[in-house]
């Protein structure tokens, strides 16, 4: 096991992911180390739903029933949950909260999405977080039962990498984006 910042450079987004995927008891420990992620007020304001085997065309179903397309692209569209045996929808769960904005609370849960990422990825896992203009449609919605509190962010496509795609990623000079006051 390397250091958070090796795992953190060595990252990649992976787009071709295939079976098998990791199982919900290879999932636990990670989501429990994600949990750790900066949250103000420990709210804990998010959530996690396992999409697999027919979840994923019922997914499909309902990103396919927000758009106005034709019968082919609607297909199209259907079939995107089915790139990876495994999808973690990523649900903000807003808390009431004099101290805890809406959007710090989204920012927590998007923390845990991206620390799951990072450890699925450390775990040899491929991962990819995929959204869309159909996220936060109405069918999807009702798919994934949401709550009135509740905001889809996403989700994690996982499985095992289909390719190598481990080469080097374009660097990011850190001045650029760093400032003082």
Sequence with gaps: M???LEAALA????????????????????????????DH?????????????????RLGEALAASAQLDDKDAAKLAAKPLRAPLLIALVTVRRESAKVADWEQDAAAAGVA????LLLDEAGWGVIWRTGPHTRSDAVRRMHALAP??????????????????????PVDAEQYISTL
Excluded: C, F, M
């Design 114 to 117: 991206h620390t799951l990422s």
């Design 2 to 4: 390397g250091t958070a």
């Design 149 to 170: 509190n509740e905001e889809l962010l996403g989700w994690l496509y996982v499985g095992t990498p289909e390719r190598d795609d481990s080469g080097p990623k374009r």
């Design 41 to 57: 007020s420990s709210l804990r304001p998010w959530r996690l739903i396992e999409l697999r085997g027919d979840a994923r065309n």
């Design 11 to 38: 990252r990649r987004s992976r787009s071709r992911v295939g079976e098998p995927a990791p199982s919900r008891e290879q999932l636990l420990p990670l989501v429990a180390a994600a949990s750790r992620s900066a």
